[in-house]
């Protein structure tokens, strides 16, 4: 079963919500778009009792029953649901820290536990300057061979990124790994950061 928390704020919120549907027996689904992937998204949904999939998980919330997709169970993991007033009325927020990648064992294999630190770590930091990183390969056993795509291609800062940033974190949250090394053909610079 995967752990969802929803607030008191958000059940009151999506209560309401639900009530002004004016269906008996409506709930709510959370599912993932694109799981697994950095176009993961984590949608709610009106979910009515003729929608209700037999493989869904379901969460009594009192006032209404939350129903988790089968296929998304394991991407949200950890997933939060929160409600807050602000001066425009609200704001209901959904965070799902494990929607593009899922959480991994510490006794994963060793590709699956790297793809996950570059996914929930590494790669959301890049992202704001619209760079990415993947794994191509592990060689030698403990040495990540890696590419970095969008504004980290030909970027001048490169290899400080590599060294302080994605090495450094990769060794710390994946202590197999002895080193990084970049793949990345640098002399592409129509995207780069810093050119």
Do not use: W
């Amino acid at each position: 079963m995967a752990l969802v928390t929803v607030t008191d704020p958000a059940r009151d919120y999506l209560a309401q919500l639900i009530e002004k549907q004016d269906v008996e027996g409506m709930g709510v689904r959370i599912f993932v778009t694109q799981p697994g992937t950095k176009n993961a998204e984590t949608c709610l949904a009106y979910c009515p009792p003729n929608e209700i999939v037999p493989t869904d998980e379901q969460v009594d919330l009192g006032k209404f029953t939350l129903f988790l997709d089968h296929n998304s169970v394991p991407f949200l993991e950890e997933a939060y649901v929160d409600y807050s007033k602000d001066q425009m009325g609200g704001q209901l927020t959904i965070k799902a820290p494990n929607a593009k990648v899922p959480k991994v064992d510490d006794d994963a294999p060793l590709p699956d536990r790297i793809q996950y630190v570059l996914a929930s770590e590494i790669n959301p930091n890049l992202a704001a300057h619209g760079g990415d990183v993947s794994l191509v390969e592990i060689v030698d056993g403990s040495v990540a061979v890696l590419r970095f795509g969008g504004g980290c291609q030909g970027c001048s800062a490169v290899s400080l990124t590599l060294k302080q940033g994605v090495e450094s974190t990769l060794k710390e949250r994946v202590p197999e790994i002895s080193a990084v090394r970049d793949v990345t053909d640098h002399t592409v610079k129509e995207n780069a950061y810093y050119q």
